[in-house]
């Protein structure tokens, strides 16, 4: 089945705006919905930066849509508290819930004060986690000493469904790590030859036959300067490569690093067009490599304006297939 999700970017917006604006997408005919799930946003103009894991009990049950996060275990959550949470939410909501796992990025975990790990280790530390986290749903009591620790845990309520854990991934060396022990993949869009490489990696990793998910960076408005100009604004720190997206400390670095950045740079990284029937093309390109899940984020703030036309002109369309 096809789904087509809009993204709440918590960096963004206010809890109850996004609140509000999930509801809006299920009314015009969205079918899910992806949650960030930061500490930080990317830069000071985003500005917000609210806790995910307590607005999904909210969203959930003000909607009848599937929901995902992506989360990083191991450091800021221990992967015990993680297991619980989405336990949770999925004996409350059952199969409307997954969680996708990557190894985090720096602006979100160094709260703890604890070092950040190379990206060797963060994927190994990831790897336990998943394991631990998969133990836990299964009912086992697990004690277990590694990168992380965990002692004598058990999890008393479990859901009779376990959700999705999906492989979060940006580059292809990633896709193909996680083809091997993740339930699916989800990935950024990119342009058509790198997503084809991405989608390679990952079956050629153990990927293969598995659902595959897409976040969908865009930014839609009703004349093109405004949608450009849209994207530079909000986005334009969030275009660097993952090893620079890891590894900054602050929302101050990453905003003074895109001083530089021009408006015309955010069209290699986002799909800018205030035409439709342009996004409309771009997202069949996607269901045609594989993707069934495509979780569109509008990275400017006019989102009741694009919830309103997607809904009208763009998701209609793609669910028909």
Known sequence: MIKIGYHASHEQFKPSALLKNVQLAEEAGFNASLSSDHFAPWSLEQGESGF??????????????????????????????????????????????????????????????EPWPVKQDRNARLKECVDIIRALWAGET??????????????????????????????????????????????????????????????????????MYLKVQLSYADDEKQ?????????????????????LRTAKQLQQASMFVREQDLRDHVRISSEPNQHLEWLQQDLELGFTQLMLHNVNLQHERFIEVFGERVVPQLLRK
């Open 52 to 113: 995910a894991w307590s607005w999904l009990g909210a969203a959930m049950q003000a909607t009848n849509l599937s929901f995902g996060i992506v989360n990083a275990p191991g450091q800021r959550y221990h992967p015990a508290i993680i297991a619980q949470a989405a336990a949770t939410l999925s004996e409350m909501f059952p199969e409307r819930f997954w969680v996708a796992m990557g190894s985090g990025q720096y602006i979100n975990e160094q709260i703890t004060g």
């Open 142 to 211: 697990v004690t277990h000493h590694g990168l992380v620790k965990v002692e004598e845990a058990y999890l008393f309520t479990r859901p009779a469904v376990a959700p999705q854990i999906v492989g979060a991934a940006i580059t292809e060396e990633t896709a193909r790590w996680v083809g091997g022990w993740a339930d699916a993949l989800i990935t950024v869009s990119k342009p058509p030859k790198e997503m084809k490489k991405m989608v390679d990696a990952f079956r050629e990793g153990g990927g293969e036959g598995k659902p």
């Open 227 to 247: 949608a450009l100009q849209g994207a530079h604004e909000q986005w334009r720190s969030n275009i660097f490569p993952s090893a620079v997206l890891s590894d």
